[in-house]
């Protein structure tokens, strides 16, 4: 098992930066998929950005590229999600989750995920 929490949400307003942490624990294999998915009220979860911690190999969305970094400490089994020029339409609540194999670790499609922090909220305001 793999339990995962979320920190660093908060509110800013547009134009400002926040970062996300997620930490890692419990059974930790030596590589891992792991992503940022967000879900904003009445939306459904979405995507934002993975990284197979065991080769560095990351993938955005397209609505987030150029605009948000995912990056990973081994040591401290965290990973993070540095976030600049935040806008309105990226409020939401954001989940860290964690899957095993490297296979279609590019796909930022929630169901593939088997580990789910709780989320942390983010809120942009204009």
């Known amino acids: 098992q793999v339990q995962l929490v979320e920190s660093g949400g908060g509110s800013v307003q547009a134009g400002g930066s926040l970062r996300l942490s997620c930490a890692a624990s419990?059974?930790?294999?030596?590589?891992?998929?792991m992503g940022w998915f967000r879900q904003a009220p009445g939306k459904e979860r979405e995507g934002v950005a993975v990284i197979y911690t065991g080769d560095s190999y990351t993938r955005y969305a397209d609505s987030v590229k150029g605009r948000f970094t995912i990056s990973h400490i081994d040591a401290k089994n965290t990973v993070y999600l540095q976030m600049n020029s935040l806008k309105p339409e990226d409020t939401a609540v954001y989940y860290c989750a964690a899957r095993f194999s490297r296979q279609s670790c590019s796909q930022l499609v929630p169901g593939l995920y088997r580990y789910w922090g709780p989320g942390t909220q983010v809120t942009v305001s204009s």
């Open positions: 419990g059974y930790i294999p030596w590589s891992m998929c």
